[in-house]
């Protein structure tokens, strides 16, 4: 493929999953490599301007009293994987710059840090298109002083050399103050001002992300040296043609700024216009409405076709109800009795009404013969065992347990079970059987509520307390396939969120919400068929989520191949994207110990595990899978001084495998 058949397939590069961030990786090195402008006459050639940079060079050492490194050796060109026009040549980075090096860490760390004072570039404020200072943190006067080596200049490069932004730099503009930088920025100073932009260019292209990634050092985190930067090596074209080329690259820069602002904003009306076919095919599902659905599929994600056939399926619009049906109503007066008998055997006491007459504004859209009793009028719910309890003298049993982390939506994930120890009487009140729903009591939005079913996978299971049992008094009349159909449908979801208890980044419901929840409820006959339908329809749903996802990893392959075939690279995102890997160090203990009443798991692990562990551990070993949830617990049982922090605690980061 050359640049001319690429242009031809411009719009199938452009629309692909990072497909604009190709555009920019070509215009760069097509930039780089000499390709993007056509040679003008008596413009000279890189020789005379090699010499140029020469004489600064010695210019700067004779008249600045400079202490310059000797200068590289010379670039062979022949060795070199990519060609260049005959008119430029190769030269090193280290012959390009009168200063290569990156900054320090002040004496005292963040501690000399002030309110106001000195910029103190960090990695988080170079960006490619410039240094960012919204989140800068200061110096005084008096440090930056002592730092005279990593003082920044205007139209200095500064380039990230360590971390997950490796290989991101700006130029500090003309009027750019006095700042310093960390040591994970290095200053790279042209010999002359005038090379700084395309050499910002040929930094960003392929070609000079290729080589900072492939030559960096260090095995936990990325790095590079000085050593290692002067030795790259970089194509040089005439002075005049240099800017030609940032012209160009500007220009086409902007364009593809605009394409994207255009694919931004397109994005964020394609769900709207998703949500309102689909809200309009519920309101009245007809064969008009149905076809925007399926004939214009960038109009209608897979997830809002998911959500149409579940809201749908449980309003009784996707079968009909046939002449030998049951009636709903003799369901639900038998289902009545049942869960009276069932509730009383299972948790050994009369139950208190639930207090809620209104019914949600979907009831009404119900068909006729259908009815929509509380969860609580026809299924019983159970809250499930507390972790960390004092059983001390008291006979015991160890049990497998179902945790939060075990229960997603539509399935469970068993391949990490854990084991509770539980009183043996409570054995029977606490084992799941074959059948029962399993709901979860909260964490994260998407996370509220979640239902899968349990079907006896492992023996004698039990579940801990952030999780409901539901439990049919009739599994054959009362479908648990329906209940999580609900459940895990559009109306269920937005039961649980209506009402749900919210923190900051977490919602919850409890025992008393899921009981007044209302359930449509039609016959057994109408549950079957609907829920045959539904699963056949989200197979459907789930075989076009396949073919648009293949049809993305396509035109992404696509994207990716058409750039590298013109640009003689194989620079791909993945090489990019290498976090460094860091985890949260402190040693936690046990402080004064807690009562058989309190609520203090995590104290309990630690006395169970020696009275010492590092949060990290203590976070595998305790049941709350959200960071934020153990968090909160670990603050709690800290100010009740059943846990205490000996040490402050750190961050450090850890070799990547």
């Not at 900051?504 to 339908?533: F, G």
């Amino acid at each position: 493929m050359n640049e001319v058949t690429f242009l031809h397939n411009f719009k199938d590069v452009a629309n692909a999953p990072g497909g604009v961030q190709r555009l920019r990786e070509l215009v760069l090195q097509l930039a780089a490599t000499g390709r993007l402008v056509p040679r003008v006459a008596n413009e000279g050639d890189s020789e005379s301007l090699a010499v140029a940079i020469c004489d600064e060079r010695e210019r700067l050492a004779d008249e600045g009293g400079l202490r310059l490194a000797a200068a590289l050796p010379d670039v062979d060109s022949g060795s070199q994987s990519v060609s260049v026009p005959d008119h430029w040549r190769w030269i090193r980075l280290g012959n390009l710059a009168s200063k290569i090096g990156s900054g320090s860490t002040p004496r005292g760390g963040s501690k000399v840090y002030v309110n106001d004072g000195i910029p103190f570039l960090r990695s988080q404020n170079i960006w490619n298109d410039g240094v960012r200072l919204d989140d800068v943190v200061f110096i005084s006067a008096e440090t930056h002083g002592k730092m005279r080596n990593t003082h920044v200049k205007p139209n200095d490069i500064l380039l990230n050399i360590t971390g997950a932004s490796l290989g991101r730099c700006a130029i500090a503009p003309v009027d750019f103050p006095a700042a310093n930088v960390s040591q994970h920025v290095t200053i790279i100073r042209p010999l002359l001002t005038e090379t700084r932009h395309f050499l910002h260019i040929c930094l960003l292209a392929p070609l000079g992300q290729g080589m900072i990634w492939g030559r960096q050092v260090g095995m936990a985190r990325e790095g590079l040296s000085k050593k290692v930067l002067e030795q790259f090596e970089i194509p040089l074209p005439p002075l005049e043609e240099q800017k030609r080329i940032v012209t160009k690259v500007d220009e086409l820069m902007r364009l593809c700024d605009r394409l994207e602002a255009q694919q931004q904003e397109r994005e964020k009306l394609l769900p709207l216009l998703s949500r309102a076919n689909h809200a309009r095919f519920v309101a009245k599902p007809t064969v008009s409405h149905l076809e925007p659905l399926f004939q214009r599929p960038r109009l209608s994600s897979t997830e809002d076709l998911r959500n149409t056939v579940l809201t749908l399926g449980v309003t009784g619009r996707l079968t009909q109800r046939l002449p030998g049906d049951d009636s709903a109503m003799t369901l639900l007066k038998e289902m009545q009795e049942q869960q009276t008998l069932l509730h009383q055997a299972i948790v050994g006491r009369n139950r208190t009404a639930v207090s809620n007459a209104v019914l949600p504004e979907w009831a009404s859209k119900l068909p006729d013969s259908w009815e929509t009793p509380h969860f609580d009028d026809v299924l019983v719910i159970t809250s499930g065992i507390t972790k960390g309890r004092n059983l001390a003298g008291r006979r015991t049993v160890r049990l497998p347990y179902l945790r939060v982390a075990n229960v997603q939506r539509w399935q469970l994930s068993l391949e990490q079970m854990k084991e509770i120890e539980i009183l043996e009487e409570e054995r029977e009140r606490y084992r799941l059987l074959r059948g029962d729903i399993v709901m979860i009591e909260g964490g994260d939005w998407d996370k509220l509520g979640r239902a899968a079913i349990w079907n006896e996978e492992i023996k004698d299971c039990v579940f801990q307390n952030h999780i409901f049992r539901v439990r049919s008094p009739d599994k054959t009349k009362l479908l648990p396939e329906w209940v999580m159909l609900f459940a895990n449908s559009p109306l269920g979801r937005e039961y649980f969120e209506s009402c749900s208890k919210q923190t900051t980044n977490l919602a919850s419901i409890n025992m008393t919400q899921l009981r007044a929840c209302r359930l449509p409820l039609p016959s057994t006959a109408e549950q079957k068929r609907i829920v045959d339908k539904v699963k056949y329809l989200l197979e459907l749903v789930d075989r076009l989520d396949g073919k648009k996802s293949v049809a993305a990893d396509t035109a992404q392959l696509f994207a990716t191949a058409a750039v590298a075939a013109i640009t003689s690279t194989e620079f791909t995102e993945n090489e990019r994207m290498k976090p460094p890997i860091i985890e949260v160090v402190t040693a936690l203990k046990v402080g004064k110990k807690p009562k058989t009443r309190d609520v203090a798991p995590l104290a309990t692990i630690l006395l169970q595990t020696g009275g010492e562990a590092s949060a990290k551990e203590l976070w595998k070993q305790s049941d709350l899978l959200e960071i934020d949830a153990f968090y909160r617990q670990l603050k709690t049982e800290m100010a009740k001084g059943w846990i205490t922090e000996p040490e402050k605690a750190f961050v450090k980061e850890v070799e990547v495998q």
